[in-house]
T-cell receptor
Framework: DAGITQSPRHKVTETGTPVTLRCHQTENHRYMYWYRQDPGHGLRLIHYSYGVKDTDKGEVSDGYSVSRSKTEDFLLTLESATSSQTSVYFC??????????FGPGTRLLVL | GDSVTQMEGPVTLSEEAFLTINCTYTATGYPSLFWYVQYPGEGLQLLLKATKADDKGSNKGFEATYRKETTSFHLEKGSVQVSDSAVYFCALTSNTNAGKSTFGDGTTLTVKP
């Protein structure tokens, strides 16, 4: 298994609070991604990173920010959580054109 | 932009039945094609892949052939088992697009004994 972990695995929070999810890899991959998975929508890309301090937006980036200060860590922040951000969040790592390796996911419930 | 369309589910089969899940794609250039599988409560994991036209990916009895002329990558298995029950995602990755992948919406397969 690829060395990729996510924390926390489960989170319950209230509307309006900030939330930070962490993705940690031990594979030294340059590219890291954050997706959300919702019924009927498959996987949608939130943000991605192509190197330390190099990030870009995906298709559903509104309300989210990311940071990557080290190769191994990619943080996703919900600046002010809303109920529409209740979802399962997956981190993935890859090399260009290659297989994506996914973390186990974080289940987030925003009340 | 790139897109992946896969067969809508859910799909319910009896054990030992033949499985086909259709997948077609639109992409610029020459993408790599993937099938991922997701078991309940877990992340996606690679099932098989093909990196160029006419390549056949295979794993655990599943197969898919990269058909450039029909822009398709259909997943097949000759005899499904209860343990194959999962969600299956077709995806493509272009090596000219920061390694980003485009995923289909997923097809839920349930195999009954």
């Amino acid at each position: 298994d690829a060395g990729i972990t996510q924390s926390p695995r489960h989170k319950v929070t209230e509307t309006g609070t900030p939330v930070t999810l962490r993705c940690h890899q031990t594979e030294n991959h340059r590219y890291m991604y954050w997706y959300r998975q919702d019924p009927g929508h498959g996987l949608r890309l939130i943000h991605y990173s192509y190197g330390v301090k190099d990030t870009d937006k995906g298709e559903v980036s509104d309300g989210y920010s990311v940071s990557r200060s080290k190769t191994e860590d990619f943080l996703l922040t919900l600046e002010s959580a809303t109920s529409s951000q209740t979802s399962v969040y997956f981190c993935a790592i890859t090399s260009p054109g290659e297989t994506q390796y996914f973390g186990p996911g974080t289940r987030l419930l925003v009340l | 932009g790139d897109s992946v369309t896969q067969m809508e589910g859910p799909v319910t089969l009896s054990e030992e039945a033949f499985l086909t899940i259709n997948c077609t794609y639109t992409a610029t250039g020459y993408p790599s094609l993937f099938w991922y599988v997701q078991y309940p409560g877990e992340g996606l994991q690679l099932l098989l892949k093909a990196t160029k036209a006419d390549d056949k990916g295979s794993n655990k009895g599943f197969e898919a052939t990269y058909r450039k002329e029909t822009t398709s990558f259909h997943l097949e298995k000759g005899s499904v088992q209860v343990s194959d029950s999962a969600v299956y995602f077709c995806a493509l990755t272009s090596n000219t697009n920061a390694g980003k992948s485009t995923f289909g919406d997923g097809t839920t397969l349930t195999v009954k004994p």
